[in-house]
């Protein structure tokens, strides 16, 4: 009975890690392209998010078996507390640890590393391979090359549709005054200087100026139409983020007796809302600034491509992951533009190689204490 308390208590946490370290992900554009601030952006992704989970129970149901551990362990293995206990720790922990520091990781990723690290020290080198191979680490490694491909094809053809149909971009001209110490050219036994305020124009497109866009389509002012189809589009991602991720962690509570797998995915729903609202800053100012700048339509194409993606991916019983896929969209655009942040990119990278031995060496390590403190 303690063990499932703890596994249950696990499974929340682990919601809350990955809603801290994903749910901003969903509109990281419309931060960074100023069509939203954080306050609109993160109750958005929460509130679509939260229907994604919802929605989870009848078009998601593939992935809870998917992630039950089952064919990858033993069934005697794969069903035990202490074994989906030691996943649910190890995963949490290790999102959390990039939260904290402010990566962007894939709990997918946590998760395939802590079923491996908990099944080693299980059963050794009995883990199926075979099965981690096919099931997990394909979709894995695939869904960000898909996602680069997508978005350089999307944004070039939308560019092409925006040329075509006359829609230019203009720049805000920034006035404002501008105070400046100069040093004085009067002798002074001390140093001197003098206060003056200037009239300072700047054209500034990444700090003080906004790119919109001018002219119409389909008989609509194109800049509120471009807003209107961004925040939907930065929805549908969040909603297909709650949609994949949400059955991944339920499967986790499928030993609890008594809880039907509906209240499970509300209660992983709310841990996920409540993570995303209280510790979603620091990933948010690297997913939205960090790794390319954007304008409006180009944070609405990575959008597009990434909610495409991940919904198709979660209708087949796929588990990709939506950080893989959005990073990877975010990088196919700035490749076109030419404005990536190289630095930002090869750090992510880093963390998303190391994610799954950490995961495993926190679920190992996790399983072998719950065995040698509950001896299960």
């Given at each position: 009975m303690i063990i499932l308390i703890i596994l249950f208590l696990a499974t929340c946490f682990l919601a809350y890690s990955n809603g801290a370290n994903d749910n901003f992900k969903g509109v990281a554009t419309l931060f960074g392209s100023r069509t939203a601030n954080y306050k609109h952006a993160i109750w958005w992704a929460t509130l679509t998010t939260f229907a994604g989970s919802l929605a989870s129970v009848f078009f998601a149901s593939g992935l809870v078996s998917t992630f039950s551990g089952k064919g990858l362990v033993p069934q005697g293995i794969a069903v035990s507390p202490g074994f989906l206990t030691a996943v649910a720790i190890g995963t949490a922990t290790t999102v959390m640890v990039a939260t904290v520091t402010g990566f962007p990781i894939s709990t997918t990723h946590s998760l395939t590393g802590a079923l491996v690290g908990a099944g080693f020290v299980a059963i050794g080198a009995q883990v199926n391979f075979a099965v981690?191979?096919?099931?997990?680490?394909?979709?894995?490694?695939?869904?960000?090359?898909?996602?680069?491909?997508?978005?350089?094809?999307?944004?070039?053809?939308?560019?092409?549709?925006?040329?075509?149909?006359?829609?230019?971009?203009?720049?805000?001209?920034?006035?404002?005054?501008?105070?400046?110490?100069?040093?004085?050219?009067?002798?002074?036994?001390?140093?001197?200087?003098?206060?003056?305020?200037?009239?300072?124009?700047?054209?500034?497109?990444?700090?003080?100026?906004?790119?919109?866009?001018?002219?119409?389509?389909?008989?609509?002012?194109?800049?509120?139409?471009?807003?209107?189809?961004?925040?939907?589009?930065?929805?549908?991602?969040s909603f297909a983020r709650g949609l994949n991720d949400t059955p991944k962690i339920v499967a986790l509570l499928l030993l609890i007796k008594g809880l039907s797998i509906h209240w499970g995915m509300l209660a992983v729903a709310v841990g996920m809302s409540v993570g995303g609202l209280l510790n979603a800053r620091k990933v948010a100012e690297t997913m939205s600034n960090k790794i390319t700048k954007l304008n409006h339509g180009q944070g609405f194409t990575a959008n597009l491509v990434t909610g495409i993606l991940v919904i198709f991916a979660s209708r087949f019983g796929m588990p990709v992951s939506t950080t893989h896929v959005s990073v990877g969209s975010l990088f196919g655009i700035g490749l076109i533009t030419r404005r990536i942040n190289t630095r930002t990119v090869l750090e992510i990278l880093l963390s998303w190689f190391t994610t799954l031995p950490i995961a495993a060496i926190f679920s190992g390590g996790t399983y072998w204490i719950i065995g040698k403190c509950l001896l299960i």
């Open positions: 981690l191979g096919s099931s997990f680490f394909l979709p894995l490694l695939l869904s960000p090359v898909f996602a680069i491909v997508f978005g350089s094809i999307f944004y070039s053809i939308f560019r092409i549709i925006r040329i075509r149909s006359r829609i230019t971009k203009e720049w805000c001209l920034c006035v404002g005054k501008e105070n400046k110490v100069t040093p004085s050219c009067h002798p002074a036994p001390v140093l001197s200087v003098n206060y003056s305020s200037t009239i300072d124009v700047t054209i500034d497109t990444e700090e003080n100026c906004q790119e919109i866009y001018k002219g119409h389509f389909l008989g609509m002012n194109s800049q509120k139409l471009l807003d209107c189809l961004h925040f939907c589009s930065a929805g549908v991602v």
